[in-house]
């Protein structure tokens, strides 16, 4: 599946709704976190107009998610 054109702040309303806590921001970044059963995942999303594909597919994966799982939480 392709990766879509999508800004910071929609990211971050998507993992928000995959259960993710927005912890703090420095500048243009703020920081999400999800506490799991064994870990704690925390992930920093830019907030950009439009994300690079690198950024995005990196974002998707350290959330434990794929990115069909990521166009599902719309």
């Known amino acids: 599946m392709k990766l879509p054109v999508i800004s910071g702040i929609d ?5 928000k709704k995959a259960g993710f806590v ?3 921001q420095r ?3 703020i920081r999400l976190e ?5 870990k ?3 992930i920093t999303v ?3 107009k439009e994300l690079k ?22």
Do not use: Q, Y
């Not at 999800?34 to 064994?38: E, G, L, Q, R, T």
């Not at 594909?53 to 719309?74: M, N, V």
């Open 34 to 38: 999800k506490s799991c059963i064994d």
């Open 22 to 24: 927005a912890t703090r």
């Open 53 to 74: 594909k690198g950024t995005l597919s990196r974002i998707i994966k350290d959330a434990g998610l794929t990115i069909e799982e990521f166009e599902k939480l719309k």
């Open 11 to 15: 990211v971050i309303k998507r993992l």
């Open 27 to 29: 500048g243009s970044h």
């Open 46 to 48: 830019p907030l950009h």
């Open 40 to 42: 704690s995942i925390k």
